[in-house]
């Protein structure tokens, strides 16, 4: 069995039943490992956690990187393919939320490891969309990337909810029309 096979099947367990209720039983269940072997890497439910978390964090790092470095796409196809992203988890029957924002639920104290993974990984999003409006020189980068980290957010946590491509697509259009109004403002047209 490899790690990663078992972080990913944790991280599907993670988008199905939640946090609360995914639990090392589960896990060994899904990718028919025995339990006592799998507890020899984690041995419990928060070490595994934990662990699944970091995975989860490389992927999007990694994700973020590549596109960051495509030259194919602009700085603003950038910025809105989280959008594509999520249409993508759509098509596949997958509405993962924001699995950082439940673990900082679940570990509320700012000094958990969890809690503080999870927080780096806002963070490192925050970073991401500020350099991106930062190259498109829209006036106020540090405000527009907040507006635009709190559409993203809102969009995983109604997706958790309605299950919809409609919330999506809507969230995807309010972040069009942020950027674009940031555009503008650069401009000086709503001066």
Known sequence: MQREDVLGATLQLLEIQGIASTSLEMVAERVNYPLDELRRFWPDKEALLYDALRYLSQQVDTWRRQLMINTELSAEQKLLARYSALTECVRNHRYPGCLFIAACTFYPDPGHPIHQLADQQ???????????????????????????????????????VNRSQADVDTAQRLAEDILHFAQCRKGGALT
């Open 122 to 160: 806002k963070r490192a999003s925050h970073d991401f969309t500020h350099e991106l409006l930062t190259t498109l020189e829209v006036d106020d980068p540090a405000m527009v990337a907040k507006q635009m980290d709190l559409i993203i957010e809102g969009c995983l946590s109604r997706m958790l």
